[in-house]
């Protein structure tokens, strides 16, 4: 248990004399397993299996208890060929026997107010578009804990937000809703394994009592060194720092592969974002 | 172990006669007994136990792995106290021993682009504050999962977002950076125990391959009539349908105790949204 414990913070961090909390669980043991799963066998979703799933994304937390989201489960083979090519052509969301689309949903909301016959001046706010982001990403990390649980294996596919308007077609979205994200949900391959990625250290995350950011660049120069072993090992091609590469990502408006009219598209899908 | 699922899954939906689905693991038992946290003893959270939940955070998925969060950890009384009174003045940000402040961190990006002597421009987007969002939240779910597993409560303190530049003052927080929420986390008071809270049926919030407004309606009055038994087991005195509870809290920018006017506070806190 404190050698698998000690594996597992080493992995995380990508260095082995970091040392493991003398807090533990199974679930921590679980969650610190985490691997995002590119490579997927094609064996279907069951419909108890998704039940559970969802079951566990409902009991995360719900800012008011408003539930401001939806969860769309696509299955069909042409309808995932058709997102996959809506998503940057990432061949796992094809491969993937079910990707689970997760909705910020005012849409819902909405509806109650006309069945309540009050008004919903607020829907139309920036603050009730967060709220409905962040409901329905802690509840797609209770289902990416809960699939992981039952075997599976996951990915979030961000790439959701390139194209908002094509996505809200195919998936009959109503006004007043978007897809946030997606996860893919899939037996993993066990001829393509994937590996826990190394995250920063805690001294560059973690503030204790106030935040500082001059604390955080010796850990940054640490973790450079831990992804430049990671991708060694891993044979990947990565002629860069984690910090170049991170620049590279956020450089211009170009590079966020058509992201950069986010606020044109939710426009266009309902929200004012006042 | 199939009472204690069957008996799950009815409280989580206020529904006895909801059948438990046949796919289960210990983790998603755990994550459907959650129930948040109100009532706290003063035991302090150590520092081996904050080191695993930060741990367990930083195993969730990360947009382009660029882990644009940060964790605030405030367990100064004084600061907590202060935190409240910025919050809503709800006891329990007073009374838990630990808030973690849960940071949309554009700052460290920026700095890291400084480091690069790269251009940044992508940071100036809403897309961008979006990943910081969703990032922070999924972090900070598995956080949440990982503060339950080691006997710890937890409520999220969505109102981190009323005041949020008296907020970045006290936290000190750089621009870019801004509180998305709280998260509560000590010891829950066995004097003052928490209960399950009922969510939607599945029909509402699950959807097979296209959304679907119309389908939801007959499920929103079943969980109407399950949150009316709810609050009436729970002796509290809600004198309204969820219907009715969720229109109020939508009816205008007014019942958005501040946040209607998150989007100037995120542009004083340096985020453009463009």
């Known amino acids: 248990m404190n050698i698998a414990r000690q594996q597992l913070i080493a992995a995380r961090y990508g260095d082995a004399s970091q040392p493991a909390p003398a807090a533990w669980s199974p679930i ?5 397993k985490h691997r995002s ?5 094609p064996d279907p979703v069951s419909d ?10 409902q009991s995360a937390s719900s800012s008011s208890n408003l539930q401001a989201w939806s969860v769309i489960a696509v299955r069909d083979a042409a309808r995932r060929a058709k997102l996959a090519e809506l998503t940057g052509k ?7 026997p079910l990707q689970l689309v997760w909705i910020a949903d005012l849409a819902r909301l ?6 309540t016959q009050r008004p919903g001046e607020a829907l139309d706010y920036l603050e009730m578009f967060l709220v ?10 209770n289902a990416a804990v809960a699939a992981e649980s039952l075997g599976l294996g ?3 596919t961000g790439t959701m937000r390139n194209q908002p308007e094509e996505i809200a077609e195919l998936l009959g979205l109503p006004p007043k809703t978007i897809a946030m994200f997606g996860l893919c949900v899939g037996r993993p ?42 991708y060694e090992e891993q044979k990947m091609k990565v002629h860069a720092t984690w910090a170049v590469h991170s620049s590279k990502r956020v450089a211009n408006a170009g590079a966020l592969s058509g992201r950069d009219r986010l606020t044109e598209a939710l426009h266009a899908r309902g929200f004012a974002l006042k």
Chains 1, 2 share one sequence.
């Open 37 to 41: 799963v590119r490579a997927y066998l």
């Open 132 to 141: 409905a982001a962040i409901d329905a990403a802690v509840a797609a990390q």
């Open 189 to 230: 391959d066990p001829a393509r394994p994937a590996d826990i990625k190394p995250r920063l250290p805690q001294s560059v995350v973690l503030h204790d009592e106030r935040y500082s950011l001059d604390a955080q660049t010796p850990g940054i120069e640490t973790y450079n060194a831990a992804m430049a072993r990671f």
């Open 90 to 96: 990432q061949p796992q969301v094809g491969e993937a």
């Open 28 to 32: 921590i043991e679980h969650l610190l």
């Open 110 to 115: 909405e509806r109650v107010t006309q069945i």
């Open 154 to 156: 996951i990915v979030y």
């Open 48 to 57: 108890e299996q998704l039940a559970a799933i969802v079951a566990a994304a």
